[in-house]
């Protein structure tokens, strides 16, 4: 049993703003919260989360009223309760036909999407019948399909797809045929299922899922002892996919086609070219061993590299020792003893893998490979625990071989080195002879930052400066923000408050939208991290804010069309990819329909015009990720930063998806609402289906294991991870475990979000070692994915602050 949002208040509460002129579902409706120990909203409390089977009647309300709030329950997540008030206003006397018409369409589209397939069944009939002239019938018989197929009632569906076809052709003609194939294919009607997938391939579609679909129609071609036909989808794929992976498995695949068909020989020739042609993949590991298999007599330091790239370190170390034995040291590469080197290092034999490295410094003093073995010496007895060892190798190259590139990788490793076991001042002087020797290198900028940092620490004040701002003049973007940053931070320590002022707003604008911009702005401002504004200020009076943001889109793009300018034009209008994407969201297909939108916005990603247009419509669907990205395009596309653009576009790039189930979950944990939503929108973007590698899913990716851990702590009834699919769930999961993360580390938000990223173990230990600074906690942070996670977030809070935080 899920939770239920039934407060009777609420219910009301929102109905008498709906009757006060407010949009809901548009986000038109203003909250001024102001900040207290426990975040309240005016003019009541926030409802809290209690388990009900039934909405309370509340009669007085309009049907219409009713509609959005059914139609609010429905966006949030609240199906159960969706699903209920739709009912309940279907059984309401006196509805209008407008408003019964859609209670009934959503509450199908409710039933479905919560996988209650009888129900959705039931409802979409009932809509069916009572309201057989709504433009959205034929919708209807689509999504009705979709339960019957849930409901393995493959002649119903299959009825239903056909009825929509003949309705309402030309739109999403592929994916009704695909579905009409599956039904057929279910009852056993296989040729007649073929030719619906052919119908359902030859009709119009983006082309990732177009692949896809081949790939299945070619497993069924194969099931069906047709491989003539399935090789001729996968070379139709081959015609044009591009990623060399996914191009090496197709390939695998059709040699597979053809070995298991009987044809040998081009079968054979096939692996072959998957072998050669695509070094590095899965699939050439795999032709090879077919190929060994059927005998083939390979080259072995082919084998030994195709091995040692697939990770199979004891075939590369055989195929490769076998090669050097049937070759004069003159015909083999160098490479095969660098990699060699590496397959003994790999199963832990240190003293054959220097051996092999030692042979391409002596015998392969000209080749490319010796700077790199050169490396690799050192790094073997980094990794074998012979710290001194590894800096002598790496001083050794550094001052014999200063011609080599990789002596500048050499002197960053002695400096990283020293620097990692307490000789802070050794690892500056090397850091500054490798800036002085190789100034335009990467390594040398790296060095820089860790010297200056190394000097910071050490109180050297004056030497961490003058680091940070030779750094400062040799990087861009958000290596040079950060160096100003620490200028001025040190600036500020000096007292020297011109020199720092100057140096935060270098920092600000060198990066707009960074981290470092974010914490400029905020030492400028006297601010600690992650201040929370006095109050929030979530208002929908976008009037203004639209005339606003489409003067500036007239003035930045030149655009001289009078009138409104946020319509779709009739030449987007008439986009395919917005056609099919419009009808598939319509009847709940939000996967497939992603996909063409992706087409249509990178397709004008360089257009401000039609990305604001897009992005204003998709959002009025319900298209949430997809409409970030449509005004993320138009602030690209002006080439400017986020609060440089006008306030009603920046709010489409950090919106306020889901403000309900934020404002009551922050004020139950002492979550602040503007860091809940930084962190929805870096977790999943607001993609409340979102799911990632290791089993995260919902709008704040919650993994497995935590997930089942806080549904404990707050009693979630029959938790099932898919429960996080619902936004409200999401929210709710991710603020109880952020709201413990700042309750343990006594509100620190740098450290919260990093105990929320990578466990409270680590943050803790290095909160430790910064001593609080919130700078320093950054530098701190050893890995370097949950660093920029915290960062990230910093920054997205910045931005949200400042388009809805009021001071």
Known sequence: MMRQFTSLNWLILVALLLLAGCNLSDGNVTYVIVTSDAVTAAPSALPTLTPSPTIPPTPTIPPEVSLQIADRYLVNGYLENAINAYQMLLNQPGVPADVGAAAAFNLGRSALREGVFENAVNA?????????????????????????????????????????????????????????????????????????????????????????????????????????????????????????????????????????????????????????????????????????????????????????????????????????????????????????????????NPAAAVTAFQTVVSQYPSDPAFGEALLEQGRTKFLSGDIPGAIE??????????????????????????????EPGLSRQVFERLADTYPDTEQARSGLFLAASAAYNLNDLTGAERLFARLATTTTGDDQSAAYLWVGRIALAENNQQTAQDALRLAISSSPDSYFSARAQDILAGREAFTRPQSYEFTGDDAPLIAEAEDWLRRTFGITQEGDLWPLSPAVQAEPRLIQGSELWAVAAYDEAGNEFSDLLDAYNTDGLVSYQLAIYLRSIGAYQSSIFGAANVIKAANVGTLDAPKYIARMRYPIYYLDPVLESSQRYDVDPLLLFSLVRHESLFDTNATAAAGEKGLTQVIPSTAEYIAGQIQW???????????????????????????????????????????????????????????????????????????????????????????
Do not use: C
Not at 309 to 336: M, R, W
Not at 778 to 807: E, F, N, W
């Open 124 to 348: 979409l009939t009932d809509f069916i019948s009572r309201f057989p002239q709504d433009n959205r019938a034929a919708q209807a018989y689509f999504l009705r399909g979709d339960a019957y197929l849930g409901m393995s009632r493959w002649a119903e569906a299959l009825a239903d797809f056909q009825y929509y076809l003949s309705v309402r052709p030309g739109l999403i003609d592929s994916y009704a045929y695909e579905r009409i194939g599956d039904a057929q294919l279910a009852l056993g009607q296989t040729e007649s299922a073929l030719a619906s997938y052919a119908q359902s391939v030859n009709a119009s579609r983006s082309q990732t899922p177009l692949l896809a679909l081949r790939e299945k129609l070619a497993r069924i071609y194969l099931n069906a002892g047709m491989p003539a036909e399935a090789m001729a989808q996968y070379d139709a794929i081959l015609t044009v996919a591009r990623n060399a992976p996914y191009r090496a498995s197709i390939e695998f695949l059709a040699a597979q086609t053809l070995l298991s068909s009987g044809q040998t020989d081009a079968g054979l020739q096939r692996m072959e070219a998957v072998l050669n042609g695509y070094p590095g993949t899965a699939p050439a590991y795999q032709a090879m061993n077919v190929l060994l298999t059927n005998g083939y007599d390979l080259d072995d330091y082919l084998v030994g590299k195709t091995s040692y790239d697939f990770g199979d370190y004891q075939g590369a170390i055989a195929a490769f020792n076998a090669y050097s034995t049937q070759h004069q040291l003159a015909s083999i590469p160098a490479e095969l003893y660098l990699l060699l080197g590496r397959a003994y290092r790999e199963i832990g």
């Open 717 to 807: 009834p029959d938790y099932q991870h898919s429960d996080l699919f619902r936004p409200y769930a999401g929210i709710e999961f991710g603020a109880f475990y952020l709201g413990e993360q700042l309750a343990r580390f006594d509100g620190n938000v740098q450290a919260a979000l990093a105990g929320y990223n990578a466990g409270p173990g680590r943050a803790a230990a290095w909160l430790e070692l910064s001593g609080g600074d919130p700078d320093l906690f950054m530098t701190a942070i050893t890995i370097d994915s949950t660093r920029l996670y915290v960062q990230r977030i910093y920054g997205y809070y910045a931005i949200y602050r400042a388009l809805y935080g009021v001071v």
């Open 393 to 422: 190798t790496y001083l050794n190259i550094a001052d014999t071989y200063p011609y080599l590139t990789e002596s500048a990788e050499a002197l960053w490793r002695i400096g990283y080195l020293y620097g990692t076991n307490n």
